[in-house]
């Protein structure tokens, strides 16, 4: 499924799972959704709650238009991306795409 929505969680956990392999824990004031929008690329990952949980989202084009509008919140992606394509190689991944 294509990406439509960035998510930021305001309560609760959720577990995110690739290729049904648990890789991360997420909670408060942690997002998702945004590799998605940004690529305009399928999803790569399965999100999924741990409990109640409660979002905050923002669809793909007010997201465009927030990051365009506001280059910090823009350099804070730029450098969560590098920060997961670290982790892809740490696990084996060629980080290559």
């Known amino acids: 499924m294509s990406g439509v929505d960035f998510f930021v969680i ?3 956990e959720v577990s995110v799972s690739v290729d049904g392999k648990d890789v ?3 909670g408060p004031g942690d997002h998702f959704g ?3 929008l940004i690529g305009e690329r ?3 990952s399965t999100v ?3 409990g109640p949980v409660r979002c905050v989202s923002m669809a793909s084009w007010h997201f465009r238009r927030f990051v365009k509008a ?3 919140a823009a350099w804070k992606l730029l450098q969560h991306l590098v920060e997961l394509l670290g982790e892809k190689e740490r696990r084996g991944g060629s980080g290559k795409r």
Request: aromatic share 0%.
């Open 10 to 12: 305001v309560e609760g």
């Open 24 to 26: 991360a824990r997420l």
């Open 34 to 36: 945004e590799l998605a």
């Open 42 to 44: 399928e999803r790569t």
């Open 48 to 50: 999924t709650a741990i």
């Open 70 to 72: 506001n280059p910090d």
